[in-house]
């Protein structure tokens, strides 16, 4: 059996985490969902602004804000760049929007995440969500790697 070479890593729950006693509200859920189950979230995020009477800075400090009640785990980066050093290849796979995703992870963690990963895969952009095996695929083929050599670190077991 082949020994691991890739780690894979999900965002929610895993790299970014809820502050201690935070509780989202029902509008922040609904908003992040559509979003991240939409293959046209910048279309969608029209759609909600229209839907809310909100202009385009209204829509961001409404992600701003919700953003409030998230922390990066940066711990895991540090562990991220342990493996890296060992020769590990690592990448992300999510369930999200890449139009959230993009614009706030760009110095979140205080890093350039595409230093860190070989790949960042998010469902808004590739079109597949996990558990189905076309996410993992497409992280596979663009690490360069083989199933067998990689594992998946997430929150949600099923995945």
Not at 32 to 54: A, V
Not at 85 to 109: A, C, D, H, K
Request: net charge negative; charged share 30%; aromatic share 12%.
């Amino acid at each position: 059996m082949d020994s691991y070479k890739t780690i894979l890593f999900d965002l929610n729950g895993v790299f970014i985490l809820d502050k201690e006693n935070y509780k989202a509200s029902p509008l922040e859920h609904t908003i992040f969902k559509r979003l991240g189950l939409s293959l046209k979230d910048s279309s969608e995020k029209e759609k909600i602004k229209k839907e809310l009477n909100w202009t385009e800075k209204d829509f961001w400090k409404f992600v701003e804000t919700s953003w409030g009640g998230a922390i990066p785990n940066l711990w895991l980066i540090d562990v991220i760049k342990n493996l890296k050093e060992q020769g590990y290849e690592t990448g992300i796979v999510s369930n999200t929007s890449g139009l959230i995703m993009r614009q706030v992870l760009q110095n979140y963690f205080g890093e350039d995440l595409n230093t860190l990963f070989g790949a960042i895969i998010i469902y808004s952009e590739v079109g597949c969500l996990k558990p189905e095996q076309e996410i993992y695929r497409i992280a596979i083929e663009r690490l360069k790697t083989q199933p067998r050599q990689t594992i998946m670190i997430d929150d949600a077991e099923e995945y």
